[in-house]
């Protein structure tokens, strides 16, 4: 088992002997468990002996964890919820450790992780939280901390509590948790051993543990703590090991023992110093220190020991040797030490050697995963070359010059037209006849295909002279530039020339459609077969050129607006960017000739998507521009009018770019480009149906989330917020309020001012939203009137009764709802 240290006795014996980590209560403070180690020794003759010891900061180092559970957190500084003596909870900082089932909790000053990579503990920890039958809770409703300890220092992180729950202990469970607990009780403290022992025959069932709180200085790190501690909560029955120590003297009290346990020391490490290094089993195999010089040996096991004290050392030998021996023992000390220094050397200097050997072939793996990798992709890109070769046109081709009088096989297919003909081999034997043989009866199985087709023998005999005709006046003449332009396109493509790339392509496809409508529609000339093919073999190329374009245009445009919304984020979160007023690269329409290049390609949704999402970063620019008035009532209708005019401009601006775009920039039926000169989105309707529906919906939709957007920041902390809206509670007693000796009806005079302002900061941002979006053809006011509805707080009746006329129309449900509620509203005074 992990955790088992064997020793040599005197008589060669072997004793097993096991520490565990144990806890108990501590009587001064019932809400906190002392960590104690449980020693089980075996003797030869197989009685074990059990003892108990405290805690010591150097077993820390050797507490093992469990196996097969999610990782633990790194060791760090966690708040843990203590008892301040007043029936409340403080939240000092604690350095927490996740061993096994435990979290050991250590003070902040006894804790030196300066040092490396280790932590040094230099004193006990101060307590555990076991993690036996526990429930990890964290506070309701997505908050940080649970409303008791609000006023506490865990408002500065994210709590969570460990609860126990105990199980339900039968007849037969004497040796579950819970009684381990009391008996070390017992073992411990003699006051408690008398209060447990009331009832020794029938003992009462585990109590619940007083629930422990701790807080995490992140969300992230929260996470990770309660997810490790409830990993290893289902292995609670697991006992919780120490590794073995390189000491057994610990527990022996004189000198006799001590030696003892130096022997079973030596005899130990003697068995565990054994080589790791493969194939030099014999003569290398053993430690650094273990060699014929036994002075040596014995000095390093001497001095090396745990707990070794220097003054108990020389108190011992000049007890046993005379003043003028110590000349000679530190000549010797000092020899030794030199021996030691030479070995450790020597020791260094071959894991050296072998990291440079480890290197060595490191590099050489490299290059030739290196090699590989190139051979890999040369095969690749062989395999898609030989991919992309069509054999449609040359299986065509064989077919020209074949009869319409073919004989027919039993089967129902061509022949070669001739019956029992017996073909030659070629000059490379029997399988180029049975190749050409195979591809004569492809292309005659073709032709016949297409004789049957829908049209019948009239279609096959339509057909017939586009396939077998030699006159080259009644073919369409098919340019010869079409014959690269897939590779020219894509060689644009590679070179991120997309505007040529695109002209290019919108180029070939209208010469496409019309050489193919000609072709479809014959009047005295039509496209020989292998044109045909190649022609729809470009069309399918063009196609695939188009999205892998769309694609790169789309995710530049997807990263330029996730750099710029970072960006945003960090000038607004620095306190000196109010300072500094500067332009917001939102503002660029650098973005132009991307969306322009998607639409002409046809990508409508991919590139409405991404002009929203441009234009909503400039319209949160515009919901977080500084307020040029003060913070009083007329100051916030000064601020309601400045947000709201800033907001609805920029919103009306998006729409008519997002018409002119479409308008502008959208292909015709045959690829062409309409001129749209005459006049801008908002004047001309001639060219509205090139805009298509899918992205005149998604714009829409867009608009609706900006309106709710800008509903949130109208109706948050920087409007209706600052304002005292709520109503008084309805199981308030109606009573009259007096005022400087008079009576004062309304009794609530500042709820007053504050709708009257409200209603002024409503009526500006209709008034905005108006003027803006009616305009360019939405108009949203009513939509904007439901958002601000849900912000007022229950009194848009009031404010509804204070707006102007011209928005009664979005304004009447507010006050008929209202008096339904409120029914008779006079009161007696």
């Not at 057909?463 to 530039?481: F, G, K, R």
């Amino acid at each position: 088992m992990n955790g088992q240290s064997n020793a040599l006795g005197g008589s060669g014996s072997r004793n097993a002997r096991e520490e565990q980590v144990m806890y108990y209560m501590d009587p001064d403070h019932p809400d906190s468990f002392t960590p104690r180690i449980s020693v089980a020794t075996t003797k030869a003759s197989g009685k074990v002996e059990k003892t108990f010891r405290q805690f010591e900061a150097s077993d820390m180092e050797r507490v093992l964890d469990y196996e097969d559970c999610v990782d633990a957190p790194s060791d760090g500084i966690l708040m843990v919820g203590e008892d301040d003596g007043n029936g409340g909870y403080k939240f000092p900082n604690r350095h927490c450790c996740l061993r096994g089932n435990f979290v050991f909790y250590f003070d902040t000053e006894d804790v030196d992780d300066k040092s490396g990579p280790y932590s040094t503990y230099h004193a006990p920890p101060l307590g555990v939280i076991p993690l036996d039958n526990i429930d990890i809770q964290f506070p309701p409703g997505g908050r940080r901390v649970f409303r008791e300890h609000a006023h506490t220092d865990a408002r500065n992180g994210y709590e969570y509590v460990v609860l126990h729950e105990p199980p339900e202990l039968s007849d037969d469970e004497d040796n579950a948790e819970g009684g381990e607990i009391v008996a070390e009780k017992k073992e411990v403290d003699p006051a408690a051993e008398g209060e447990e022992g009331d009832q020794p025959e029938e003992p009462a069932g585990p109590s619940a543990r007083p629930p422990m709180f701790l807080v995490a200085l992140s969300l992230g790190e929260r996470q990770q703590w309660a997810e490790a501690i409830e990993s290893r909560s289902k292995n609670a029955g697991q006992p919780t090991m120490l590794r073995a120590s390189y000491s057994t003297s610990r527990a022996t009290g004189s000198k006799g023992d001590a030696k003892v346990a130096s022997v079973r020391q030596d005899a130990s490490q003697g068995d565990r110093r054994k080589s790791t290094k493969t194939g030099d089993k014999e003569g290398k195999g053993k430690s650094l220190f273990d060699s014929d010089d036994t002075e040596v040996t014995s000095a390093v096991n001497e001095f090396g020991a745990n707990g070794f004290s220097e003054i108990k050392w020389m108190d011992t030998f000049f007890e046993n040797n005379n003043d003028y021996d110590a000349p000679d023992k530190c000549d010797q000390m000092e020899h030794l030490q030199a021996s030691i220094k030479k070995n450790l050397k020597a020791a260094v200097l071959e894991q050296y050697e072998y990291f440079v050997q480890a290197s060595g072939e490191m590099t050489t793996m490299g290059k030739e995963v290196s090699s590989l990798k190139s051979l890999v992709e040369t095969q690749m890109e062989t395999i898609r070359d030989m991919k992309e070769i069509d054999f449609s046109g040359t299986l065509r081709d064989f077919s020209k010059d074949v009869p319409d009088g073919m004989g027919m096989e039993e089967d129902g297919f061509k022949t070669n037209g001739k019956k029992g003909r017996r073909r030659q081999p070629g000059p490379f034997g029997d399988e180029e006849s049975e190749i050409s043989s195979v591809l004569d009866d492809l292309g005659s199985n073709h032709d016949f295909m297409r004789g049957i087709g829908k049209n019948g023998a009239n279609q096959n005999q339509a057909d017939a002279p586009n396939e077998t005709t030699e006159d080259p006046a009644q073919l369409i003449e098919v340019p010869t530039w079409l014959d690269e332009v897939g590779e020219e396109v894509a060689a644009f493509v590679k070179e991120s020339r997309y505007t040529d790339a695109i002209d290019l392509w919108t180029k070939a496809k209208s010469e496409i459609a019309e050489l193919l409508d000609k072709h479809e529609n014959p009047v005295q000339l039509w496209l020989s077969s292998a044109h045909q093919t190649q022609l729809r073999a470009l069309q399918k190329t063009l196609d695939t050129l188009s999205n892998q374009m769309a694609h790169r245009l789309e995710e530049s445009l997807r990263r330029k607006n996730e750099a710029l919304k970072q960006a945003s984020k960090r000038e607004r979160s620095d306190p000196r960017g109010s300072m500094a007023p500067i332009v917001s690269p939102c503002c660029l329409e650098d973005d132009a000739l991307p969306l322009q290049l998607l639409v002409r390609l046809g990508k409508t949704q991919e590139a409405a998507a991404s002009y929203s999402a441009r234009r909503s970063l400039l319209l949160l620019e515009s919901l977080h521009e500084q307020p040029i008035s003060g913070a009083g009532n007329v100051d916030l209708v000064i601020y309601s009018a400045q947000l709201s005019q800033s907001f609805f401009s920029c919103l009306a601006s998006a729409v008519e770019g997002f018409l002119d775009l479409f308008m502008a920039a959208a292909p015709s039926l045959h690829g062409e480009k309409e001129d749209s000169s005459l006049g801008s989105s908002l004047h001309s309707s001639s060219t509205s149906k090139n805009i298509p529906a899918g992205a005149v919906a998604s714009v829409v939709l867009w608009c609706d989330g900006e309106l709710s957007k800008f509903a949130s920041a109208f109706g948050g902390a920087r409007i209706l917020a600052n304002l005292a809206l709520s109503p008084p509670p309805r199981n308030a007693g109606k009573q009259p309020r007096v005022v400087d000796g008079h009576l004062d009806p309304s009794g609530n005079k500042e709820r007053q001012n504050a709708i009257e302002v409200a209603a002024q900061c409503v009526d500006q941002a209709f008034s905005c939203a108006s003027q803006n979006l009616d305009s360019v053809g939405l108009p949203l006011t009513p939509r904007l009137a439901e958002y601000i509805r849900s912000r007022l707080k229950g009194c848009e009746a009031e404010v509804a009764t204070l707006l102007s006329e011209q928005w009664s129309h979005v304004t009447l449900d507010w006050q008929n709802q209202q008096m339904d509620e409120n029914g008779d509203t006079s009161v007696d005074v």
